[in-house]
């Protein structure tokens, strides 16, 4: 695969937010969202070809238990991905898989993060397929207005996810984005009992890379 970073943090979204993480972050990506809070890495030139064996090594040189496998977007890798994640299991690594879900790869991650762009890419079968995998499942959906967070609701609706597992994230690439949109989403996401997706790594560390 080709890598745009490896470093070791804590997860900013979803489920694990707060717990220390190394994250392997590939370059090159499939979409191109004009918003997008790793923009280092939608090009595969913004990386370098790591063989899975020396990123087996490097990850085992932090003393963490789960992995996140981010980009970019990891799918476009299928292959290397798939075997990753083989090798990661057999270490008892908790990995996670964060994905813009435009493709679908046969592998075990111990969690599936789904963040399907509403107007970029939105595939409802490779959706379907994602959601109906043999792991835990999260889904993380960018909105930027509540027309935006409606049609967001509205279009996951039909899939029958539980509701603990769908956010709603605010559009924010900067700390100040975060606050205001914050102030408008969690008032929406209260009124429609669904969750508010934080991102914790744009209010510490206003998205900076390597964090
Ligand atoms: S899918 Fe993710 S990595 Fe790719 S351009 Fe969109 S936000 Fe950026």
Redesign the pocket.
Known sequence: MIINEIFLSVQGEGIYTGVPSVFVRVAG?N???PW????Y??SDESGTEISNSSLLEQIQEYNVEHVVIT???PTIYAEELKDLCGKLNSLRKKITIET?STIYVDCNPHLLSL?P?LY?GWDEDILKKNLSKNCDIQIKIVVDSIEEAVDALKRIEKFNIEKEKIFLMPNAVTRDKHIRGAAWLVPFCCKNNVRFGGRLQTLLWNSEKGK
């Open positions: 990506c979409l191109n969202c997008c809070d790793s923009a890495a939608k980009g970019g977007e813009n963040s762009k970029q």
